[in-house]
């Protein structure tokens, strides 16, 4: 389905009440082609993205074919044990994409995920998309407890649906100096709130949602003004994570090479 037929289909279903109130807040309109800016000045980055239990293939498609937008990129796909057995050091970034964050936490183990905690704090760079963001949160006790924060409810089903987001001031330093709302793709991401655990460093908010979805029982009021990106330090290294679905939303094509290299940046 593109985006005009899913507006379409979300406008129809609204208008003959099938989707209540409370799940979308407007339909979301499609972004003008090339909204950001690719990077200028990457340096040839080495990324491993976790492949195993927890990873959507499609979402590694994805992810992996915007990182490979940046010249001398090498994405390598990373499996459960490699994860914890590897010496991460060779990779300047490495990303968990979408799935589920518990799942993904699971599959790499207590090795897997002090080997993760190493790398960023050592210098690395840490991308998480949706489960990734979740799995980047100090708030559960199956989290890497790289960035604090955890989420505002246990009820993580909100729905999916095409939301918008607004870059903050901080935001447009990593991102660009894009102006105003855009849309993007939102499927059951963490909704999160500042943690507030001492000695961890807080985070900074790239994006806020503008709009909101709340299905299956998910408190409304919780999503509109939330932070929908954020990023903060970790040790020595970096760590950026994103809610919603960049990598495959039309006219954000540049999100993802744009945060993989601040990221990667020394």
Known sequence: MNISTFHLSIALLMASGALGRAAVTEVAPANPPGLFAAPVNSR??????????????????????RARQLPGVRVVALKPKEIGARDLAEFDVIVF???????????IGDAGRENVRKFVERGGGYLGICAGAYLACAGFDW?????NAKTVSNKWQRGRG???????????????????QFTIRYANGPIITPLGREGLPPYQVAAWFR???????????????SPAAVFSTFGQGRVLTIGPHSEDTPGLENFVPLALTWLGEK
């Not at 589920?100 to 599959?107: L, T, V």
């Not at 903050?168 to 660009?176: E, L, Q, T």
Request: charged residues 15%; glycine residues 20%.
């Open 211 to 225: 709009t909101e979805i709340s299905e299956n029982g998910s408190p409304a009021g919780l999503m509109l003004n």
């Open 143 to 147: 989290g890497l407890g790289i960035l």
């Open 162 to 180: 095409m939301m918008r987001i607004e870059l903050s001031d901080a935001g447009r330093s990593v991102f660009g100096a894009v102006p105003g």
């Open 44 to 65: 040839p980055l080495k990324i491993a993205i976790y492949e195993g239990p927890g990873s959507g293939e499609k979402g590694i498609v994805n992810v992996s074919e």
């Open 97 to 107: 994409s979408g799935g589920s964050g518990s799942a993904q936490s699971k599959a």
